[in-house]
């Protein structure tokens, strides 16, 4: 059931890959809502095809961005103004991609090559869309803006490695540009930290499955799905949270806050016993 939330709104999703794709839930979602969208990834991840099922959902345009190539992300938001016959209100960043956590490199042991490629696809790509947004003036008053991060931003989780780095980034161009698009021109910017979810780019990490369920347990709500998370995000694109700017919303089921649960802690004791049998 929709609530008409985002009637009449204009918007671009970035990073929906397949049907686990958070992006993906958010473009259904939006669409439910009553939101005109363009879908955008990588000419490769267009190649695989799976995005012309969404966009044929959706009645969206895809339009192909890598979000690292200002060039491209110009011609994008042309695009868009010109599909959309002017300015828009939405934008989701749903990317993240790290060479060394695919190549099994640890936080010790990087490649500085591929570091710089984790920053720059995972959160300079977002200033590079901000900055490209802001200088075309290419969204309404009250736009809104939403980037993915995750808790490694604040808290170290060993396997989350060189993207924990860009989510600090990602959530600190978050405030910074927040400040500057807020006050030129009324557009919230704000980062979503999601509990693990189990897409491309989250299994992706060493002891993924084991994070998964860690969370789950120590979380009092339980992990929040993709769909809850689409959820979150069109409320933050709608009217309805106006003056919510610069800001890192957990949504995580309370995660965040937790120390230790009597779920984590029976299980770990469990563990502990079988050891010493
Ligand atoms: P996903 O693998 O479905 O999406 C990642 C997307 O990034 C893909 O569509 C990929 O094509 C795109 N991408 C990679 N390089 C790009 C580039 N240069 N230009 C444009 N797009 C590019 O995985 P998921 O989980 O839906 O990821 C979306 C966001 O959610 C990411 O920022 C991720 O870090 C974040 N997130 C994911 C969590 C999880 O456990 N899955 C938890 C918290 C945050």
């Known amino acids: 059931m929709g609530y008409n939330l985002l009637k009449g709104k204009k918007g671009i999703i970035f990073g929906a890959l397949n049907e686990q794709s958070i992006a ?8 439910r809502e009553g939101a005109e969208i363009v879908l955008t990834n990588t000419p490769l991840a267009l190649r695989m095809g799976t995005l012309n099922a969404l966009a044929e959902e959706c009645q969206a345009k895809v339009i192909a961005a890598d979000a690292t190539d200002v060039e491209g992300l110009e011609s994008l938001v042309d695009e868009a103004l010109g599909h959309f016959g002017g300015k ?16 099994g490199r640890t936080y010790e042991n990087l490649d500085y090559g591929m570091y710089a490629k984790t920053l720059d696809i995972s959160a300079m790509s977002f200033h ?3 900055q490209t ?71 992706g990490v060493q002891g993924f499955d084991g994070l998964f369920d ?8 339980g ?19 106006r003056k919510v700017t610069m800001q890192n919303l957990f949504h995580d089921g309370g995660f965040s806050t937790m120390g230790m649960s009597e779920q984590v802690m029976e299980l770990y004791q469990a563990g502990h016993e079988a050891k010493k049998s």
């Open 24 to 31: 993906w839930k958010v473009a259904q979602i939006a669409r």
């Open 88 to 103: 828009f209100d939405f934008v989701l960043h749903a990317i993240g991609m790290s060479l060394n956590i695919r190549k």
């Open 128 to 130: 590079k869309l901000l």
């Open 133 to 203: 947004l802001h200088r075309k003036d290419a969204l309404n008053e009250w736009g809104s803006v939403v980037g993915l991060s995750y808790v490694a931003a604040q808290r170290s989780f060993f396997g989350y490695n060189d993207m924990a780095d860009a989510k600090s980034l990602l959530e600190s161009i978050t405030r910074n540009f927040g400040y500057v698009y807020g006050r030129d021109r009324r557009v919230r910017v704000n980062t979503v930290s999601q509990s693990p979810t189990m897409t491309t780019a989250g299994s």
């Open 214 to 221: 860690f969370a789950e347990r120590l979380s009092p709500l």
């Open 223 to 241: 992990n929040a799905s993709a769909e809850e998370c689409a959820n979150f995000c069109v409320t933050l694109f709608s009217d309805l949270t």
